[in-house]
């Protein structure tokens, strides 16, 4: 047996809300007590333990364009950060879209990553909006969910038949909420600033028209339905609606969404242009309201690996996304120190409510729980350096940004997988 005990912590309990000092001990990869943090064991100097970060919605290059990411410099980069889950999405090429393909993935991860992976699959064949794909086939093969990441399903009946059959199989699907011909080619929201600086721009009643579509289907087929993205004030009435009618409904947002807005595209960074665009000032503050309130459920990262060929090209032409894995914690950190949130209310996104979610046993400090955990210095500063990354790209938005919070060491069921501790 292997036991790992850890004494004068600061722990963060998202599921009672509660910060409070104390230990606890992992045996077999399982948390087997909790006290009051005295006695032998590793002395974690009074810094914060919590439940090891659950990312949902992780882009790992692997199949088909493995130099941006490999399932190794990902699990590494999480292990970094505090992740021990990373939950991975379809969009690769090929698309993750049979079984074949998701068990070559499954084994990828279990060679690799030093986490814990847990793939999505595609809903439709080659993400192509057609034809759905296997959904029972792909998740005996191991799929936690259904997701065809950021290309919208515009064929309401192909969704229609996708989702009823999902809601057969007892399946989680993960839209992406946008209205597909009003984003097409966007690189900004609508407004004074996007036409000051001649960008393509989107309104945010986009996201509001492509939720009240998904949230109608809901309603017809009863799935389990979880919203990758809310990054407007506009979408938030209707969320709320469909919760309070019952519906199967759950929300995720981007830390880049919850922490940088339309302005910081002003100098065309195109490590700031990411999918949907960065919003209104006002839209970041609603939307941070909302992961307060609970009305938004889960932080993410929503990890895009891309390479610098992809980045350093005009902001209109140049992909979407930024690297996430690694800076998720110190930028969510930025909302605790504004007073938005408090460390309890965070982690209830970050890990007990994707956990809960995906009907993992992770996200709380319990007995019986896993041992996956993170010990993290809630003021540390630091300057980011991107090339201090372990991700093997580096399309940071976060690069020389001074930030605080330190990730001194994670644990994945009671093994250490980063950190120096002993």
């Not at 721009?201 to 979880?226: F, K, P, W």
């Not at 000032?281 to 938004?296: N, T």
């Not at 940071?396 to 330190?406: H, I, N, S, W």
Request: with cysteine; glycine share 10%; aromatic share 4%.
């Amino acid at each position: 047996m292997t036991t790992l005990a850890l004494t004068n912590a600061r722990l963060i309990d998202p599921e009672t809300g509660e910060e409070r000092p104390g230990g606890l001990t992992v045996e077999d990869g399982v948390i087997t007590a909790l006290h009051d943090g005295s006695g032998p064991g590793i002395d974690c100097g009074g810094l914060c333990l919590a439940p090891g970060i659950v990312d949902i919605g992780v882009k790992v290059c692997e199949p088909g364009e493995r130099h941006k990411e490999s399932f190794r410099s990902a699990g590494l980069a999480a292990a970094a950060g505090g992740v021990t889950t990373i939950v991975t999405r379809p969009d690769t090429t090929p698309a993750i879209d049979s079984p074949e393909t998701l068990e070559f993935v499954a084994r990828r991860a279990r060679e690799a990553a030093p986490v814990r992976v847990l793939p999505m699959a595609a809903l439709t064949k080659g993400r192509a909006g057609h034809e759905m794909t296997e959904i029972g086939f792909l998740m005996d093969a191991g799929a936690v969910a259904f997701s065809d990441g950021d290309r919208v399903i515009a064929d309401t009946k192909v969704l229609t038949r996708a989702l009823t059959y999902a809601r057969s199989r007892g399946a989680l699907v993960i839209g992406h909420v946008q209205e597909p011909g009003l984003s097409a080619g966007a690189a900004a929201t609508s407004g004074k600033f996007a036409s000051l600086r001649g960008l393509p721009s989107v309104s945010a009643m986009a996201e509001r028209m492509g939720l009240d579509r998904d949230i109608a289907l809901l309603e017809m087929t009863g799935v389990a339905y979880h919203v990758d993205q809310i990054t407007t004030a506009r979408a938030l009435p209707a969320l709320e609606r469909a919760k309070a009618n019952g519906l199967d409904i759950t929300a995720g947002v981007s830390i880049h969404h919850l922490t940088l807005n339309e302005f910081d595209v002003s100098n065309y960074r195109t490590f700031f242009k990411v999918k949907p665009p960065l919003r209104s000032e006002d839209d970041r503050q609603a939307v941070v309201a909302a992961i307060a309130s609970g009305l938004i459920d889960v932080i993410c990262s929503m990890h895009t690996p891309q390479d610098e060929e992809s980045k350093r090209l005009p902001f209109e032409a140049a992909a979407s996304g930024a690297v996430g894995l690694q800076t998720l914690l110190p930028a969510a950190m930025r909302l605790v120190h504004a007073g938005d949130l408090t460390l309890a209310q965070l982690w209830r996104a970050l890990s007990l409510n994707p956990s809960d979610r995906l009907g993992l046993p992770s996200g709380r400090l319990a007995v019986g729980a896993p041992g996956d955990l993170v010990l993290f210095d809630p003021d540390a500063p630091f300057t980011l350096d991107r090339f201090k990354l372990l991700s093997k790209s580096r399309n940071t938005p976060f690069d020389e940004a001074r930030m605080q919070g330190v990730v001194r060491a994670t644990w994945v069921g009671g093994r250490q997988v980063f950190g120096e501790l002993t």
